[in-house]
């Protein structure tokens, strides 16, 4: 399911809305179906904020992630998922913002399940390494924690990263701010001592 939302002055908006029933047709839409009162608009707006909760009719679990891709890639990347859970042996489900390429892929899986749980892991990588080759990143939207920190490195390099650890380090010195997440850790344990210890900060005297 495409939403797409029109705005504007009201005889703008409707020869819009013409214009792109008419492309989606020629794309070969099933159905292009227009709210015309804001109880049908919201209905289907309800589909998109349930289609998380929906895929729990599939499996138990999920593992969602936040790569993010230049729109023209979309299609590659979506075939490249659909690559991936082939590979791994894994349903994975696609929810996203088409407009600005932000890619939510859910990953299935059952949590009891160790071995697939390593499996998960491994397409999670993979795709987020995708989305790097074709010019994306690994967050388009919810950050970096944990479990992206160390592709970090394959965005930034160690020059860049010590940017951003001294800009850290200034505002954060006891690390009290999210610690080990965002940054690569090996380099966090290094750096993370102040001053004296970071060529960046040492440099300008901080």
Not at 22 to 32: F, G, I, W
Not at 45 to 67: H, I, N
Not at 101 to 123: C, K, S, T, W, Y
């Amino acid at each position: 399911m495409l939403l797409i939302e029109l705005e504007g002055l009201r005889e703008a908006v409707e020869e819009q809305a013409v214009a792109v029933s008419e492309v989606c047709m020629r794309q070969k839409a099933r159905e292009v179906r227009r709210a015309k009162t804001e109880d049908e608009r919201a209905l289907l707006w309800k589909g998109r904020k349930m289609a998380f909760a929906a895929l729990g009719r599939v499996s138990p679990s999920y593992y969602t992630q936040d790569g993010v891709v230049p729109r023209s890639k979309i299609p590659g990347v979506l075939q490249h998922i659909g690559e991936v859970g082939k590979k791994y042996g894994l349903i994975i489900g696609n929810v996203f913002h088409a407009g600005d390429g932000n890619l939510h892929p859910l990953i299935l899986f059952d949590m009891r399940n160790a071995e697939q749980f390593e499996m998960v892991l491994a397409a999670s990588r993979d795709i987020l390494q995708y989305c790097i080759d074709v010019g994306g990143s690994i967050t388009g939207e919810h950050g970096v924690g944990m479990e992206k920190r160390d592709m970090m490195r394959q965005l930034f390099t160690d020059e860049e990263l010590d940017v951003m650890i001294s800009l850290r380090n200034a505002f954060n010195g006891e690390e009290v701010l999210n610690p080990e997440k965002m940054l690569p850790m090996p380099r966090m344990c290094r750096e993370i001592m102040g001053a004296s210890q970071n060529a960046v900060l040492a440099r300008e005297g901080m």
